[in-house]
């Protein structure tokens, strides 16, 4: 995502920088691998782990539209059953929905923790933030 797109994307009143390394820090302590914490939600990234806005909430009352990483989907996609696996994650633009293939799960984390920590670093450059 480009400098411009990332300024756009983020808002004052949500801090998305939180919410994406909440979301490194729960996969890196393997958390959506996890049944007892959702045992009725798919063991995805994105869609199993705190950053769903369903998380933990078996009737998914709340639509994808309203979280934040939609706007990382690409427009084509949006309407997707599961949209955050239609973010591109690498820099061929592999998706969590059309690696999954290609890749083991472990491989598939490390992808997913790999464009966290990209993520999270453009967020940081952005806002003058170091990373730890």
Not at 18 to 40: Q, Y
Not at 67 to 85: D, I, S, W
Not at 102 to 119: C, F, H, P, S, Y
């Amino acid at each position: 995502m480009q400098e411009k797109e990332w300024n756009e994307f983020y808002k004052d009143d949500l801090d998305v920088l939180e919410l994406l390394k909440g979301e490194l820090e729960f996969i890196e302590k393997g958390g959506h691998k996890n049944p007892d914490k959702a045992p009725w939600l798919p063991s995805s990234a994105f869609q199993g782990t705190p950053i769903c806005l369903n998380f933990e909430e078996p009737n998914r009352t709340h639509p994808c539209d309203e979280c934040l990483l939609m706007e990382l989907v690409p427009a084509a996609r949006r309407a997707e059953k599961v949209p955050c696996h239609h973010i591109p994650l690498t820099a061929e633009g592999k998706t969590l929905e059309n690696l999954g293939g290609a890749k083991t799960g472990a491989e598939i984390d490390q992808e997913v923790r790999n464009w966290l920590r990209r993520m999270i670093a453009t967020l940081e450059g952005l806002r003058g933030t170091p990373s730890p």
